[in-house]
Structures are given as structure tokens and as C-alpha cells.
Antibody, heavy 111, light 111 residues
Framework: QVQLKESGPVLVQASETLSLTCTVS????????VIWVRQPPGKGLEWMAI???????DYNSTLKSRLSIDRDTSKSQVFLKMNSLQTDDTAIYYC?????WGQGVMVTVSS | DVVLTQTPSTLSATIGQSVSISCRSS???????????LYWYLQRPGQSPQLLIY???NLGSGVPNRFSGSGSGTDFTLKISGVEAEDLGVYHC????????FGGGTKLELK
């Protein structure tokens, strides 16, 4: 069945770079795009980036300068990197196919 | 950027009551191919969002038919015909016609 699972550090220092991995199963990354979405504690959802099935990428304009999304189709993995972290980047980070979502990974940015 | 405005922000209901949530877009979500990429999700406490409705009115896999979606252009509605206890949580609308944006969420609670 379709599954997505996020992995990455739970604690990151301010000004550092966050690296997250989304490992998918039950579908191919060459058939479906994968989106990263984040949710600060107690707040709403924010789209961050997408890597399309053809490998093209798009970014939220407000975060674009800090983000990089990539993939390894042989490992069924999508990668997200975000630099210059600040405390307000503390959030649950999800990867999603729009119809299926991962469980999310809670990342805390410490000053 | 497209802004989605959800109302109400909080909804109190009794079991069995029918309720509706509105999602209004700052611009039309109809694309050049005449598709409207408007989705509805339910996020139960401590869980990731789960798909309820896609493309305005299509029921997600395994979603009970007490959920229904309607609307066009800039105005969309999610209706629950007979709230059940498992429906409590936060409802999010999302558009994917112009990149991706989410509404602010509607919390459904028991009266």
C-alpha cells in the first residue's frame, strides 16, 4: 500500500541547515510528485516545495531562497534541505502525495 | 498568491447534526483545462491530515458518504450530513491550481 515516511533530526541549532528525507513505498516517484508541507505548533499548514514526477521542482516563493528539493528514484526517496534556520522554523514537517500523507517529523530549532 | 479563507474558524456541533464549512479563494481555482484543484482534509488531534474530498466533490478512498463537497470558481463548501464523534478535529481546504495554499482551518468540536 502507499506509504510515506519522513525522517530527520528532531533538534537543530539556529543558523544551521535542516536535511529531511521522505521515503515512499507503494508507488513510483516517476509517476507521482511529492510535496513538503510544514505546520508550526498549533498553527496551520504551509506548502514548501514540490518535486514533480518528471523531476522538475517548484518552491514556495517566501521560502525559495532557503530551500532545495531533490530525489533518488532508485531508493524511492525525496530530500528537502532548508538553510539559515530560525526558531520560527520549528514545526512538524510532512511529505505528501496530496492523497496520502506521512506521519510527519517534529523539528525544533534551538537558539 | 492565492489566499483561502475558511469560515467559521470554530464549529460546535452535536452528534447527528449536519454542518457546513466554507472555503473562499481570492481568485478562481478553475484552470485552463477546466479542472478545479480544491481539496478537503481532516486532521484529527495528533495525526497528519487525511484526504476527504478531491477536485471539489470527489470522495476520497474509504471516506464515508456523509461527507460531501461542492462549489465552483472561488466558493466551496464541505458538508457533513450527521456528525459522528470520529469527525472531530480540524478541517483544512487546500488549492493546487495556483501552486498550493491552505485555508486557516476549521476546528469541529462537540457542543
Amino acid at each position: 500500500q502507499v506509504q510515506l515516511k519522513e525522517s530527520g533530526p528532531v533538534l537543530v541549532q539556529a543558523s544551521e541547515t535542516l536535511s529531511l528525507t521522505c521515503t515512499v513505498s507503494g508507488f513510483s516517484l516517476t509517476t507521482f510528485g511529492v510535496i513538503w508541507v510544514r505546520q508550526p505548533p498549533g498553527k496551520g499548514l504551509e506548502w514548501m516545495a514540490i518535486i514533480w514526477n518528471n523531476g522538475n521542482t517548484d518552491y514556495n516563493s517566501t521560502l525559495k531562497s532557503r530551500l532545495s528539493i531533490d530525489r533518488d528514484t532508485s531508493k524511492s526517496q525525496v530530500f528537502l534541505k532548508m538553510n539559515s534556520l530560525q526558531t520560527d522554523d520549528t514545526a512538524i514537517y510532512y511529505c505528501t502525495r496530496e492523497d496520502y500523507w506521512g506521519q510527519g517529523v517534529m523539528v525544533t530549532v534551538s537558539s | 498568491d492565492v489566499v483561502l479563507t475558511q469560515t467559521p474558524s470554530t464549529l460546535s456541533a452535536t452528534i447527528g447534526q449536519s454542518v457546513s464549512i466554507s472555503c473562499r479563494s481570492s481568485q478562481s481555482l478553475l484552470d485552463s483545462a477546466r479542472n478545479t484543484y480544491l481539496y478537503w482534509y481532516l486532521q484529527r488531534p495528533g495525526q497528519s491530515p487525511q484526504l476527504l474530498i478531491y477536485l471539489v466533490s470527489n470522495l476520497g478512498s474509504g471516506v464515508p458518504n456523509r461527507f460531501s463537497g461542492s462549489g465552483s470558481g472561488t466558493d466551496f463548501t464541505l458538508k457533513i450530513s450527521g456528525v459522528e464523534a470520529e469527525d472531530l478535529g480540524v478541517y483544512h481546504c487546500m488549492q493546487a491550481t495556483h501552486a498550493w495554499t491552505f485555508g486557516g482551518g476549521t476546528k469541529l468540536e462537540l457542543k
